[in-house]
């Protein structure tokens, strides 16, 4: 769990690990919450979790007390949290209605989101630090939660619940795709570009403000079907370009 200092373990290690068990705590919690049917508090929870989630490893960092223990309980964390949380959201709110087809769908979310998670751990660091190969469990459990939250709020859904569960079928999917996304964990703003980016994100948290759920959903389901998008793009283009070279 990391160093300990005369058999005793220095109470600095555990810190990052309280975060990690608050997101796992939170993920348990709003899974009662989808059973009792309070879908709004589940999101809230799920939503929670991710703050967590986000704290726990930038506290480890800072406090340099990262350790294996800790990356191996966030793993585990992250599969309650961002895994069986929002899979049991869907389940409960929509899911359900499609009987042993919305339980397959339910459950290929947390198998999937699992092997995201143990193919993230074990890939390699020579990898693009820029880019996460297929959408991480946290993002794929924030989409999946505005969605259901959508599905909810508004009634021009109802009646249309296929659509839904074959959202969540290609968002379970996209998660052990190759499709690469962006991370933004190293972002290089240039001088000339940071006023752009600072009018941008204070338009963004704007429609936030006066739309909170349709302004979120639209952002993180651009997000995912931007990696989407580039990835037909690139697959378009070489596509043609062999075509134009073997002509």
């Given at each position: 769990?990391?160093?300990?200092?005369?058999?005793?373990?220095?109470?600095?290690?555990?810190?990052?690990?309280?975060?990690?068990a608050a997101s796992a705590f939170l993920g348990v919690i709003g899974v009662l919450a989808s059973v009792r049917g309070e879908f709004e508090t589940a999101v809230i929870y799920i939503l929670l979790s991710l703050v967590f989630d986000g704290l726990d490893g930038r506290i480890a960092r800072m406090t340099?007390?990262?350790?294996?223990?800790?990356?191996?309980?966030?793993?585990?964390?992250?599969?309650?949290?961002?895994?069986?949380?929002?899979?049991?959201?869907?389940?409960?709110?929509?899911?359900h209605q499609?009987?042993?087809?919305?339980?397959?769908?339910?459950?290929?979310?947390?198998?999937?989101?699992?092997?995201?998670l143990a193919r993230f751990n074990v890939m390699s660091s020579d990898n693009e630090p820029s880019v996460f190969i297929g959408?991480?469990?946290?993002?794929?459990?924030?989409?999946?939660?505005?969605?259901?939250?959508?599905?909810?709020?508004?009634g021009f859904m109802h009646g249309h619940e296929w659509v839904l569960l074959v959202m969540h079928?290609?968002?379970?999917?996209?998660m052990v795709s190759n499709v690469r996304y962006p991370s933004f964990k190293k972002l290089d703003l240039k001088k000339a570009h940071r006023m752009k980016v600072f009018i941008y994100l204070t338009l963004g948290f704007s429609l936030v403000?006066?739309?909170?759920?349709?302004?979120?959903?639209?952002?993180?389901?651009?997000?995912l079907f931007y990696g989407l998008g580039r990835e037909c793009y690139v697959f378009c283009v070489a596509k043609w370009k062999k075509n134009k070279y073997n002509t």
């Open positions: 769990m990391g160093p300990t200092k005369d058999g005793k373990l220095q109470l600095i290690y555990l810190i990052p690990n309280l975060f990690t340099k007390t990262t350790s294996k223990f800790g990356a191996e309980f966030d793993s585990l964390s992250d599969i309650v949290a961002f895994g069986v949380a929002p899979a049991m959201l869907f389940y409960f709110s929509a899911g499609f009987g042993r087809l919305g339980a397959l769908v339910t459950a290929l979310f947390v198998v999937f989101g699992a092997i995201r959408v991480p469990i946290p993002t794929a459990a924030v989409v999946s939660a505005m969605w259901v939250t959508m599905y909810q709020k508004y079928g290609v968002l379970a999917f996209l403000y006066l739309y909170p759920v349709e302004s979120a959903t639209f952002f993180v389901s651009i997000y």
